[in-house]
């Protein structure tokens, strides 16, 4: 009977579908090795709902099953059902169960130094003020690439998804990446190695140099802190908690940018109705000016003077804040949504103008930074994200990148504010981004896809002369036009 009975329960359990495992232990069994135990990341990008913002649920299915091309992402679509894919994709896109910690000695255990003394010039014969620094995004690498030859001297592997622009020191030796999963690497492009690295936070945003070279300042949004290195070797000086004046809850920071005429910072915080300038002296111990704003705002651009920032609200238009008097002084009168963070400006009947793409609009807005009255809505192939343009050149170059016309890129001249010329680089493929030579000779332009290229321009004739392949290249950096503030770039 007993033996009878053992046989049934064998049976029955034969024949119970297997336990499903948790999403926890899924975690552990297929992502951890990778992605971190913490979920922080380690060879593979940080898991955390933070860093995920930007892969939404049918993509981030799609990532586990098919895994990811030119990365170590294997695919999982033979291993896992769907409705384990399902389960992890809710695991890793909700909070921890403990908060996330990211402070001092986090930062420290992952700081690293490179042995060895840089050498006293280049180790290359390009001109090290000519040089582009080029962010391929499709397979995180950064290609280095002479000025003048428009030929790569250097490519190496950066931290998975560089974000912003880098930033360069002074006198363009060194040039200063910040990764969305909190990696800010220091590069050297005389020695063309990577110097310094250290982990400031979990999700960043970007970071800034401040113009005596001294000091980087990172803007997170996890944790919800504002960090100062030594930018010699990145070593941490101070973490500013981004608490409310009075209040308990902390902010986002959604970007940081420096204001070299008033030696200070300007971060513009996402949660709080306040921008915060830092003065570099604050990384040893300076207090943080406080300035009251109607609401918050995300992004912004200074004037030429940097007395003046153009936030964007998220309400109307956006504002004009003295940063002097700490008032807000103008609305502007755009539609859309101005894509501040992309603005540039040059001289114009007298005047200095600002022109930004529009997000959510077909055109380009050109602001008087005087009377902040729109000058002219310059309407184009379709809703862009990049602007540029150049001292020596009549001429700035805007895509359609948020649009069915992605292939355009558009010339525009400064000086009658009108589309002269329309391109399509190459038909059927997204062309964004533009960033001239020093001096103006040239236009470099990404064709944005994974088998994309870098294709050089002649600004006079506006004819392709050179195509360097590259792997999905998103922004590129000329290092003199970086360091000499050119109006036409972003700095
Ligand atoms: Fe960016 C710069 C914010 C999405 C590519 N982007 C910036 C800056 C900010 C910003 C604040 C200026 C930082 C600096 O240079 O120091 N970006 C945002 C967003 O809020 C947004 C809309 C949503 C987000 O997910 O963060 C966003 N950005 C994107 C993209 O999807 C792009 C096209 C692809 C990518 O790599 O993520 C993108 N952003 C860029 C690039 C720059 C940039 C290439 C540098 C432009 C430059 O020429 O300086």
């Not at 389960?87 to 690293?112: I, K």
């Not at 009075?246 to 970007?255: N, Y």
């Not at 940081?256 to 910072?265: E, I």
């Not at 506006?462 to 036409?488: D, Q, T, W």
């Amino acid at each position: 009977m007993r033996s009878a009975l053992a046989l049934v329960f064998v049976v029955l359990l034969a024949d119970a579908p297997a336990l499903a495992e948790t999403p926890t232990a899924l975690y552990s069994s297929h992502c951890a090795t990778c992605h971190g135990a913490d979920r922080f990341g380690g060879t593979g990008p940080a898991l955390l709902p933070e860093n995920l913002e930007r892969l939404r649920g049918p993509q981030a299915i799609e990532t586990i099953a098919n895994g990811r091309a030119a990365t170590q992402m294997p695919a999982f679509g033979e291993v896992l059902s769907r409705t384990d894919i399902a389960a992890l994709v809710r695991h890793v896109t909700s909070p921890p169960e403990v908060a996330p910690v990211w402070g001092g000695a986090e930062m420290l255990a992952s700081h690293h130094v490179a042995p060895g003394t840089p050498p006293e010039v280049p180790v290359h014969t390009a001109h090290p003020l000519h040089l582009f620094v080029v962010v391929e995004s499709g397979d995180h690498h950064v290609t280095i690439l002479d000025g003048d030859r428009f030929e790569p001297i250097a490519r190496f592997a950066s931290r998975y998804a560089l974000h912003g622009g880098p930033k360069f020191s002074p006198d363009g030796r060194f040039v200063y990446f910040a990764s969305r999963d909190g990696w800010i690497t220091k590069y050297d492009l005389y020695g063309l190695k990577v110097v310094a690295e250290i982990r400031a936070g979990l999700n960043t945003r970007n970071l800034a140099l401040s113009d005596d070279g001294k000091v980087v300042a990172v803007a997170n949004y996890l944790p919800r802190t504002l960090v100062l290195l030594d930018a010699a070797d990145l070593a941490p000086r101070r973490v500013l908690e981004v608490t409310e004046a009075g209040a308990e809850t902390a902010s986002r920071v959604s970007a940081v940018y420096q204001a070299a005429p008033r030696h200070s910072f300007i971060a513009a915080l996402k949660d709080t109705a306040e921008i915060w300038e830092i003065p570099y002296a604050a990384a040893d111990g300076a207090p943080v000016r406080r300035i009251a704003v109607a609401e918050p705002l995300d992004d912004f651009f200074f004037d030429t003077t940097y007395r003046r920032l153009v936030g964007s609200a998220r309400t109307g238009s956006p504002v004009v804040i003295d940063l002097d008097t700490g008032q807000q002084v103008a609305r502007l009168t755009t539609t859309g949504l101005p894509h501040l963070g992309s603005g540039i400006s040059w001289p114009w009947q007298g005047r200095i103008v600002l022109a930004t793409p529009n997000l959510r609009d077909a055109a380009i807005n050109v602001i008087d930074t005087e009377t902040w009255q729109l000058v002219r809505r310059i309407p184009t192939a379709g809703a862009g994200f990049f602007l540029r343009g150049h001292e020596a050149s009549p001429y700035v170059w805007s895509d359609a990148f948020l649009s069915a016309d992605r292939d355009t890129m558009q010339i525009i001249d400064t000086r009658s504010l009108e589309v002269v010329r329309t391109l399509r680089p190459e038909p059927g493929r997204t062309a964004a981004h533009v960033e001239f030579s020093h001096d103006g000779r040239h236009a470099l332009v990404s064709i944005w896809e994974m088998d994309g290229a870098i294709l050089v321009y002649d600004t006079a004739t506006f004819e392709i002369v050179k195509r360097l392949p590259m792997v999905k290249p998103s922004g590129k950096y000329n290092v003199s036009n970086k360091i000499h503030l050119s109006a036409g770039t972003s700095h």
